[in-house]
């Protein structure tokens, strides 16, 4: 079973609010009652929406996942959904009793990227998460895993491959390129310091994701710049290459991704020169988002305490 062909976004031309659709509910700000209300309802639970204007990728969640009748009925079945704007200030009690702003809130949840979901279960407990846009296929399978309860067994990456084993474990050739540094891959921050950042892209081998990546993002002049100013390793997620990790460990590219809970590729996990990892790109991105993450990672954004959503509004901010 597979997607067809991702849809090409153009970040800039999306320039009006997305609407939500109505069967989504309006929480009166404590998610406590609104688990609550799905549990009587029957529910699995509830799944908080965290979007934005000018979003691309969540007109597309929209469109092409909500879109889709059957993946529609089957949250309607088992989850209320409830939104929030990440740049919001409306007050929210969490099930934890306390309380946020949206913006707060999703800074708690670290969903750097639009679309994201944290799904609860009837318990009120924040279960799985989402970050970044999904294609209807990977979609429809996290809907599955949280509602008939795999979640409690196994990881989502292993769910995934059992689920669709030709999908996950193909093994073709990678796509090399200049900027890949070679083996051994040596990635001890601690023997080996560097004042670059590090860029570790786990892929595999028929990946047509991977191929989109390399043919359209990572083929424009500036997301080149910013990558040529990283060192950059790539790895196949699912292979048994050696590698030592930034933090001085020994093991594979399967048991590290096993390990950072990597079920997506291309995924792009973005250290800083210390070796300590800043944030990963593990959805469908475009040139815009990646060139973002790139700078952010590069100018060392991260130390400024700032989030990567607030600190590229202060950047737009300060440009202005």
């Known amino acids: 079973m597979s997607d067809p062909d991702p849809v090409q976004f153009d970040d800039t031309q999306l320039d009006e609010a997305l609407e939500y659709p109505d069967w989504f509910k309006i929480s009166l700000g404590d998610l406590n009652d609104d688990v609550a209300e799905a549990r009587a309802d029957g529910k699995f639970g509830i799944i908080v929406y965290y979007g934005q204007k000018r979003c691309a990728y969540c007109e597309q969640f929209f469109k092409a996942n909500l879109g889709d009748e059957s993946i529609a009925r089957y949250i309607r079945k088992h989850f209320d959904v409830i939104p929030i ?22 800074i708690r949840y670290k969903t750097n990227f639009t679309p994201s979901l944290v799904f609860y279960d009837g318990k009120g407990k924040p279960i799985h998460r989402l ?6 296929y990977q979609f429809r399978a996290t809907l599955n895993y949280v509602a008939e309860g795999f979640y409690r067994v196994e990881k989502f990456r292993d769910y995934l491959a059992r689920a669709e084993p030709d999908l996950f474990f193909t093994r073709g050739e990678l796509i090399e390129r200049d900027f890949h ?6 990635l001890d921050r601690g023997k080996r310091k560097s004042d ?4 570790v892209i786990f ?12 043919t359209g993002p990572l083929s424009q002049t500036e997301i080149l710049v910013e990558i040529e100013k990283m ?12 590698v030592i990790t930034p933090a001085g ?24 020169p210390e070796g300590k990892e800043v944030m990963r790109v593990d959805s469908v991105v475009q040139f815009y988002r990646l060139w973002g993450v790139l700078d952010f990672v590069n100018r060392r954004g991260y130390a400024s305490g700032i989030d990567y959503q607030g600190w590229r509004l202060q950047q737009r901010e300060t440009a202005d």
């Open 85 to 106: 704007d990440i740049w919001g200030i409306e007050d929210f009690v969490d099930t934890d009793g306390n309380s946020y702003s949206e913006r707060e809130l999703s």
């Open 131 to 136: 970050r970044g846009y999904y294609p209807p």
């Open 181 to 186: 540094q070679p083996p051994p891959y040596d």
């Open 196 to 199: 670059r950042a590090l860029a």
């Open 203 to 214: 892929e595999q081998g028929s990946c047509h994701a991977c191929e989109l990546l390399h």
């Open 231 to 242: 060192d950059v390793v790539q790895l196949n997620l699912f292979a048994d290459t050696q």
């Open 249 to 272: 460990k020994s093991t594979t590219a399967k048991q590290w991704g096993r390990e950072l809970g990597l079920f997506y590729t291309p995924t792009i996990v973005l250290f800083s």
